[in-house]
């Protein structure tokens, strides 16, 4: 098969009458293709400089015409210019064109006009798509990769016709950014508009309407700090995310939800970002303690040989990444094969079922502390993928999927009511309503649980005052 490329400006009569005697080949002869490359007269000289730099060709003029070599495998084969094209015609096909001088102008007119107003039609079709942009900081992680084709699905993002991604990376790896964009656009998933790539802040958060920030990777990271290391880890991220608050409450959208997830600071991160916003409302912000939960419930689970799913309402308090307590005043349990049994919708309080006051209090608080360290080691990786679950059924609650029962534990700017520091920012269960989180209000709050989130509260105080905040009592 021959297959033609012909390229030339759009106002250029030669390339006009040149398209015409290709069109004439392509209606006689079964085995001649041509595919047409219309270039705007200013854009030209660039679009030849660098298809011929990146060709090894020498060509000045308008039109180009090469031919691909579809059958070989080979490299294009460059034809020339317009009488380069009508001699290979005449050679291999006897056909030429006799096409006259006021035609050639009058085709050469109208392709300008064509390819001005297809111009106008794609601009105004662009303008019509409103794309749901998502930041996803930390984007090479393995976190990432679970997160991405989750992220682009209606399943998570309902009533979206489109959604443009941003992978952010501030380690300066673009080469491999590079390559998960085209992983990603590969995908070909319906909602994906665009994807961009950022390894620095100048376009950070622009537009966002959805901003995801994992665990920051420094090129130093190591498995044991010693506490002077721990200090220079801490004024690090503290230097980052006061200026991730910044840029975020001048360039997001008012209405951006921003979720904090990871294993490393979590509450104290999302503690920063809040108090460099002054505009964006504080309850865009939130950490998520889902993963907690979910190892929670698999412990149970696995202690009353049950399904994880048939554990619920487990609730997260405290220090998401350091001193937090698993409560399940609320926690309910289904399918379980016990003296009392009842249909599928037949649930029994998780603390009826465990009466074991004393492994609740200090065997099972440690097994969650302790389960996915334990992941960590035996898969010599982190848990992306249930930390990527948790982020999304997160992110499924906001946007209004999920039951009005539903309980979740999230960070969030400390409620008056708890009598704590001010700025603190601590694990809280909650339950969405009309795509907004309101703090349960009907939980028992005993002198314990009260001392647990002191001690919390304290730890993500001394956290603060390691680099310099402010903490005031409310």
Same mark, same amino acid.
């Given at each position: ?58 060509? *000045? ?14 490299k294009a084969m460059l034809l020339g210019g317009f009488s380069d094209f009508l001699e290979h015609c005449q050679d291999y096909y006897s056909v030429t064109s006799d096409m006259p001088t006021d035609i050639m102008l009058t085709v050469a007119s109208e392709n300008l006009e064509t390819k001005m107003n297809s111009i106008v039609e794609e601009q105004h079709r662009v303008s019509l798509i409103k794309p749901l942009h998502i930041w996803l900081s930390s984007a090479l992680s393995p976190t990432g990769h679970f997160l991405i084709p989750n992220l682009l699905s209606a399943e998570v993002f309902p009533n979206t016709s489109a959604i443009s991604l941003h992978l952010l990376n501030l380690e300066g790896k673009e080469e491999q950014l590079q390559w998960l964009r085209m992983e990603t656009e590969n995908l070909a998933l319906p909602l994906l508009y665009q994807v961009t790539i ?17 665990? @920051? ?11 002077? *290391? ?24 008012? *209405? ?56 619920? $309402? ?107 520091? $001010? ?30 989130? @002191? ?9 603060? *005052? ?9």
């Amino acid at each position: 098969m021959a297959k033609f490329v012909l390229a030339g400006k759009t106002d250029c009569p030669h390339y006009a009458k040149a398209e015409l005697l290709a069109d004439s080949l392509q209606r006689c002869l079964p085995n001649f293709r041509i595919h047409k490359i219309s270039v705007l007269p200013h854009a030209w000289k660039e679009w030849l400089e660098d298809t011929c730099t990146r060709n090894g060709w020498k060509h *000045e003029q308008s039109p180009l015409v090469w031919r691909e070599l579809v059958d070989q495998g080979g490299k294009a084969m460059l034809l020339g210019g317009f009488s380069d094209f009508l001699e290979h015609c005449q050679d291999y096909y006897s056909v030429t064109s006799d096409m006259p001088t006021d035609i050639m102008l009058t085709v050469a007119s109208e392709n300008l006009e064509t390819k001005m107003n297809s111009i106008v039609e794609e601009q105004h079709r662009v303008s019509l798509i409103k794309p749901l942009h998502i930041w996803l900081s930390s984007a090479l992680s393995p976190t990432g990769h679970f997160l991405i084709p989750n992220l682009l699905s209606a399943e998570v993002f309902p009533n979206t016709s489109a959604i443009s991604l941003h992978l952010l990376n501030l380690e300066g790896k673009e080469e491999q950014l590079q390559w998960l964009r085209m992983e990603t656009e590969n995908l070909a998933l319906p909602l994906l508009y665009q994807v961009t790539i950022h390894t620095d802040l100048e376009q950070a958060f622009k537009e966002a309407d959805v901003i995801l920030l994992q665990d @920051e990777c420094w090129s130093d990271d190591s498995d044991t700090e010693d506490e002077e *290391e721990t200090k220079k880890k801490v004024k690090r991220i503290s230097d980052r995310y006061r200026e991730y608050g910044q840029l975020i409450d001048t360039r997001a959208n008012r *209405e951006v939800k921003v979720i904090v997830s990871g294993d490393s600071f979590v509450n104290l991160r999302c503690s920063l970002l809040l108090d460099n916003v002054n505009v964006i409302d504080s309850n865009q912000f939130v950490t998520v303690a889902t993963q907690l939960e979910n190892e929670a419930r698999a412990i149970i689970a696995r202690k009353l040989k049950v399904r994880p799913s048939d554990v619920t $309402h487990v609730i997260v308090w405290g220090n998401i990444s350091g001193s937090f307590y698993i409560d399940l005043q609320r926690a309910k349990v289904f399918n379980y094969d016990g003296p009392i049994k009842g249909p599928a919708y037949f649930s029994q309080p998780a603390k009826n079922i465990l009466q074991e006051r004393k492994w609740l209090e200090t065997d099972f608080q440690e097994l969650v502390r302790c389960q996915r360290a334990a992941v960590a080691s035996k898969t010599c990786r982190a848990a992306p993928m249930s930390l990527a679950n948790g982020i999304l059924e997160v992110l499924k609650a906001w946007n209004g999927i999920c039951g009005p029962d539903e309980i979740f534990s999230l960070g969030v700017l400390c409620p008056g009511d708890y009598n704590l520091p $001010h700025g603190i920012v601590l694990s809280v269960p909650v339950i969405f309503t009309d795509r907004k989180w309101s703090v349960l209000s009907d939980v028992t709050r005993e002198d314990s649980l009260k001392k647990r989130l @002191e001690i919390a509260a304290s730890e993500l105080r001394q956290e603060k *005052e390691l680099i310099g905040c402010d903490i005031k009592k409310s």
